[in-house]
Antibody, heavy 119, light 107 residues
Framework: EVQLVQSGAEVKKPGESLKISCEAS????????FGWVRQMPGKGPEWMAI????????RYNPSFQGQVTISADKSINTAYLQWSSLKPSDTAMYYC????????????WGQGTLVTVSS | DVQMTQSPSSLSASVGDRVTITCRAS??????LNWYQQKPGKAPKLLIY???SLQNEVPSRFSGSGSGTEFTLTISSLQPEDFATYYC?????????FGQGTKVEIK
């Protein structure tokens, strides 16, 4: 059974750094691209970026390029999303998701990590 | 970016009703169109991929159609567990983009 388990909720201050994680199980991690999606309160999902765990090749949404960094450690089947300097506007739910093969939908999702940035 | 526009933004329907949601892309995305269901406090769930292919374990009352720029999601007989928000997403171009959502509420 495919499972994606994300790290817990975070409360941070503006300017702080953060790295959240998503551990995959139930399939061969390196065989599928992996992505991150932001959902701000009351809004629709926004595609942020994807990574190929096999070689760490990445594709970013220009709206998020330079604002976040995605990475993956295939030795422990885990993907990461990190910020170097958080802003209050980063407050949102963040989901990880596996990208399927046929037309590349997100076919399995993590449970979400709520990030709150407030002074 | 490719703009995805859903209509309606919300609808009220009764159990047993047939419901249709439309998604339009600002340029052709071939059949690279996916539909997701999201319930409050939960992650989105893939229902339909490649415009008309049903994801595993999704009830057959859900169906999708279309290609190019116009797509529809149909629920043939609305069930209580179907009250949720539905999103379309194109996966043809980078960045992938989602529609703004259609909230299906109980009449």
């Amino acid at each position: 059974e495919v499972q994606l388990v994300q790290s817990g909720a975070e409360v941070k201050k503006p300017g702080e750094s953060l790295k959240i994680s998503c551990e995959a199980s139930g399939y061969t991690f390196s065989n599928y691209w992996f992505g991150w999606v932001r959902q701000m309160p009351g809004k629709g999902p926004e595609w942020m970026a994807i990574i190929n765990p096999r070689d760490s090749d990445t594709r970013y949404n220009p709206s998020f390029q330079g604002q976040v960094t995605i990475s993956a450690d295939k030795s422990i089947n885990t993907a990461y999303l990190q910020w170097s300097s958080l802003k209050p506007s980063d407050t949102a739910m963040y989901y990880c998701a596996r990208q399927g093969v046929t037309v590349q939908p997100f076919d399995f999702w993590g449970q979400g990590t709520l990030v709150t940035v407030s002074s | 970016d490719v703009q995805m526009t859903q209509s309606p933004s919300s609808l009220s329907a009764s159990v047993g009703d047939r419901v249709t949601i439309t998604c339009r892309a600002s340029q052709s995305v071939s059949n690279y169109l996916n539909w997701y269901q999201q319930k409050p406090g939960k992650a989105p769930k893939l229902l339909i991929y490649a415009a008309s292919s049903l994801q595993n374990e999704v009830p057959s009352r859900f169906s999708g159609s279309g290609s190019g720029t116009e797509f529809t999601l149909t629920i043939s007989s609305l069930q209580p567990e179907d009250f949720a928000t539905y999103y379309c997403q194109q996966s043809y171009y980078l960045p992938r983009t989602f529609g703004q959502g259609t909230k299906v509420e109980i009449k």
